[in-house]
């Protein structure tokens, strides 16, 4: 079992940079792909990122691609959200995940999550 907990979230303007941080128990996180979602209010939960076991390969949501950078570092258990020119329709209640199945963009897939923490994007 994986226990996730997000940090990192706040209240940015447009533009500015923020980094999301998810950490997780347990001795198999590296085994797990983990990802990235987010949902705003109204909408529902969309893929954001994810990355593969080893670092590699990551996949982007194009809403994101080239702003938002994930990276993880198996000896401490974490995964991060490098997140840039942050726009107002970036403002959503981000989620890190970890799942076991390769290349899934889908929520269905990610068995274990964190409780989300809040990114508000200030035009």
């Known amino acids: 079992q994986v226990q996730l907990v997000e940090s990192g979230g706040g209240l940015v303007q447009a533009g500015d940079s923020l980094r999301l941080s998810c950490a997780a128990s347990g001795r198999t996180f590296s085994s797990y792909i983990m990802g990235w979602f987010r949902q705003a209010p109204g909408k529902e939960r969309e893929f954001v990122a994810r990355?593969?076991?080893?670092?590699?390969?990551?996949y982007y949501a194009d809403s994101v691609k080239d702003r938002f950078t994930i990276s993880r570092d198996n000896a401490k258990n974490t995964v991060n959200l490098q997140m840039n020119s942050l726009k107002p329709e970036d403002t959503a209640v981000y989620y890190c995940?970890?799942?076991?199945?390769?290349?899934?963009?889908?929520?269905?897939?990610?068995?274990?999550w964190g409780q989300g923490t809040q990114v508000t994007v200030s035009s």
């Open positions: 995940a970890a799942s076991l199945v390769w290349h899934t963009a889908n929520a269905y897939d990610y068995t274990y």
């Open positions: 990355i593969g076991i080893s670092g590699s390969p990551t």
